[in-house]
């Protein structure tokens, strides 16, 4: 790209402002570069070549032409030397300068157009090489600008010298859009575009309108995109292109369900699968197409080699997924079926057993109606073997029959079933067994126990069979003793008799009665009165037994007790004597007090000691051990400064006899009441930092003591602002230990050790000549505890 300036001269005497206007615009086609001075004669224009590194020359085909213009306008000899103007041809763009020069100061104006950026102004002022130099002003493409400049601001230059505007041709930021691919597949985003950048300057920023940034736009559906570009001057052009899809390709499975019918033959079953298999096909997509077969739940590779259902009944069921190049997928399934043969229908027989002793007429017709029910049909090609034997004699055995039935569809049906008529039952005759009852039962028990022994007789078995019993009528034996032995016969028609007997023996009863052994017994207290006769219980092996009443013998003393000796004798139905039982009872007799031990009275020491646990003593009896008892505590008494609990002792025997009562008294000094300090007031001491006195005094009081005098124990000295105070604290507590309330005594004094300060003054000089003194001179002064105030200076001698 070339770069092309323009040096414009002149002078002026007077302070120069000027202002440049350049309006650069940007044609079709070429046009002129032209120079003008609106308004303006005789003035000359002037190549000159002072833009730093830039080349000086002309773009090719650009010719400098200048003609001469009008005298100055500005007063002081500007002009522009020398007098020419001219034309400029550049390639592709045209670029106009306005000069416009107005009184004493020039102002220069400029615009710039689409495609020209100015680099460089420099201008320069003063006579003859004298210069003032504005170079290096940077004006920015595609801005309008302005410049003032004073070329002589202390009047030390004559006037504008030259001035070099140094432009370069930037031709406009164009681009254009490539589509590297087209979307492979309808409704896929594979599609790429890249833009290309010319003229501007790069490097370049890219903005799609799916906001990609790059170069190239990738993974783009169908639609319409559009790009700007900005170079990095911040210019901007925009293009487009359109992303193409190719049309939807479905996908088509064709296969239709085909079922035969039943007991088809292999060969036209064969023919007809074949059929089947070569009517399911697969129709358009995008090439290549996966396929995949699933038959019966199993992938294979293809459909070739398949075999055909079985022939009694199945199907085969094939599947097909397709997939294409575009991942457009499809899927369809099929079946081929044949029908089940019909199945073989049939009534099987079961083994039964008939009931013993049926006539041989009755046997017949069971077992015909038995096998009679066994039944076969259906299925393809019935072949029914059955074998029936004649039915079993009436006197018991079997008959079975047996049955083979096949088709060819189905597996053989092999059984048998099978009639049995069993044999006449065997009598069983069941008896009681020899049984001797419990001893002493009555003769209502022995009777009921002998009718259920003859009940556990009974026949089974046998057919009409009949039981007898001999003697006809049995009777139970005496309830004293004896027995009887009974025969069961039982006869059949088919067996001998079965003849059976037992006996039912009672025994006798020989044995005494027995009194129930129990303890002596002590009766509880002293002095109990007798209770009533005991009792006790009676058993015997043959009577029901009972409570008797022992017989009193004479009331006994020995000591400090007394006892009575009871009997007990019974007499069995039978005249058997029970062993004779002896039962003492016994009880304590006492009618003598227990004695107490005397005790002292009690002081406690000490003030409002604690009561102590409650004393004890001891006590003797004539009929017991005696021991230890603590005293039972009264009310607490109070009188004055003491108080008083008295303790009382009781105690009674076992028997019942109470002892005479001990007293006991335990005396406590008892005070609960604080001393009391009498008050004083707190003390200001006069004059300031006064020496502290002795610590203050006072007395005190109490309920149950003296009182006296006691003495303030001092705090430490605290210091606020001009005081200083003491604390005194005064405390007493009385022989009960009751503190008193603290009473607290402040001392106070006046405390200052800082000295006031008095304002200073200035020296004074009388004006004039002996001039007359003077009153004395005041000032004033402060101090940190008291108001201050104004004092007069006290004269000293005249010194001279």
């Known amino acids: 790209m070339k770069k092309m300036y323009i040096n414009l001269r002149g002078r002026c005497s007077s302070l120069l402002m ?101 680099h460089e102004i420099i201008v320069k002022g003063g006579p003859n090489a004298n210069t003032y130099d504005y170079s290096g002003l940077m004006i920015p493409p595609m801005q309008d600008g302005n410049l003032h400049a004073p070329l002589n601001p202390n009047g030390m230059y004559a006037g504008l ?43 370049y920023s890219y903005l799609w309108s799916d906001g990609q940034t790059t170069q190239t736009a990738t993974n783009l559906a169908a639609g319409y995109y559009s790009v700007v570009v900005t170079d990095v001057n911040g210019k901007t052009t925009e293009c487009s292109a359109t992303i193409e899809q190719p049309e939807f390709k479905p996908i088509y499975v064709n296969a239709e369900d085909q079922m035969a019918g039943p007991c088809i033959s292999a060969e036209d079953l064969d023919m007809a699968f074949h059929n089947w298999i070569q009517s399911i096909t697969v129709t358009g997509g995008t090439p290549p197409l996966t396929i995949t ?58 083994n039964i057993q008939a009931e013993a002793c049926l006539s041989q007429a009755e046997v017949d017709a069971a077992y015909a109606a038995w096998h009679e029910a066994l039944s076969f049909s259906g299925g393809c090609g019935l072949n029914p073997v059955i074998t029936i034997p004649p039915a079993p004699d009436f006197c018991g055995g079997s008959a079975t029959v047996n049955w083979n039935v096949s ?47 003859l009940a556990e007789a009974s026949v089974t078995g046998g057919c009409n069979a009949m039981l007898s019993i001999n003697p006809l009528n049995p009777v139970a034996p005496d309830a004293c003793g004896g027995e009887i ?95 004779e039982v002896i039962v003492r009872v016994t009880r304590m007799y006492d009618e003598t007090p227990p004695v107490i031990a005397e005790l002292d009275d009690i002081m406690l020491e000490g003030c409002n000691t604690p009561w102590p646990d409650a004393p004890t003593t001891t006590w003797t009896d004539n009929c017991s051990d005696g021991g230890t008892i603590t005293g039972v505590a009264g009310e607490v008494m109070t009188d004055g400064c003491y108080q008083t609990l008295v303790y009382t002792f009781n105690v009674t025997d076992d028997c019942g006899n109470e002892a005479e009562e001990v007293y006991v008294t335990v005396n406590r000094m008892y005070d609960v009441t ?85 304002a200073e003054l200035d020296d004074i000089m009388l004006e004039g000549c002996n001039t007359p003194w003077p009153d004395a001179p005041t000032t004033t002064w402060t101090d940190n505890c008291s108001e201050g105030g104004t004092i007069t200076g006290v004269a000293g001698e005249v010194m001279t």
């Open 485 to 579: 032995t009974v025969t069961w016969t039982v006869t059949s028609a088919c067996e001998e008799d079965v003849v059976n007997s037992a006996t039912f023996t009672v025994p006798y009863d020989d044995e005494a009665p027995v009194i129930a052994e129990f303890n002596d017994i002590m009766l509880e207290g002293c002095n109990t009165p007798w209770p009533d006769a005991p009792t006790t219980t009676w058993t015997d092996n043959c009577s029901d037994g009972g409570t008797i009443t022992g017989v009193a013998g004479e009331v006994m003393t020995d000591g400090c007790y007394q006892y009575i000796d009871y009997a007990f004798n019974v007499t069995d139905d039978c005249g058997n004597d029970a062993e």
């Open 293 to 350: 077969y699933m038959v019966n739940g199993m992938v294979v590779e293809n459909l070739s080699g398949l075999t055909a259902p079985d022939a009694c009944g199945g199907s085969v069921i094939v599947e097909v997924d397709v997939i294409d190049a575009c991942e457009v997928t499809a899927e369809g399934s099929a079946s081929f079926a044949v029908a089940e043969a019909p199945p073989m229908v049939f009534t099987l027989i079961e």
């Open 161 to 203: 010298s030259h001035m070099n505007f140094c432009y370069t041709y930037v031709p406009p930021l164009e681009c254009s859009v490539m589509i590297d691919h087209h979307v492979t597949c309808y409704g896929g985003n594979d599609g790429q575009a890249t833009v290309t950048a010319v003229n501007g300057t790069p490097p």
């Open 407 to 453: 088709s060819d569809c189905e597996d053989p049906i092999i059984g048998s079933a099978t009639f049995f008529l069993p044999d006449a039952p065997d009598v069983e005759l069941i008896t009681p067994s020899n049984l001797t009852t419990d001893a002493c039962m009555d003769q209502t028990d022995i009777d009921a126990a002998f009718a259920l022994w």
């Open 674 to 758: 604080a001393a009391e300090i009498a008050e004083l007031d707190d003390i200001m001491l006069e004059g300031c930092n006064t020496q502290w006195p002795d610590a203050p005094t006072t007395t005190w009081t109490d309920n149950c003591s003296e009182g006296g005098t006691i003495t303030g124990v001092a705090g430490e000295v605290m210091t606020d602002g001009c005081y200083q105070y003491i604390d005194y604290a005064f405390n007493v507590t009385d022989d009960c230990g009751n503190a008193a309330e603290e009473v607290v005594v402040r001392v106070t004094r006046m405390y200052d050790v800082t000295a006031p300060e008095i």
């Open 18 to 118: 000027f202002f440049i206007v350049m309006s650069l615009s940007i044609a079709v086609s070429a046009q002129e570069i032209q120079l003008v001075a609106p308004g303006t004669t005789g003035n000359n224009f002037s190549v000159a070549n002072e833009c730093s590194s830039i080349d000086p020359s002309f773009p090719e085909g650009i010719t400098p032409a200048f003609t001469p213009g009008n005298p100055p306008l500005c007063p002081g000899g500007f002009k522009l030397d020398p007098p020419m103007s001219g034309t400029f041809q550049l390639n592709g763009g045209t670029i106009t300068i306005d000069i416009s020069l107005t009184s004493c100061g020039q102002v220069f104006s400029w615009s710039v157009s689409p495609g020209i950026e100015i």
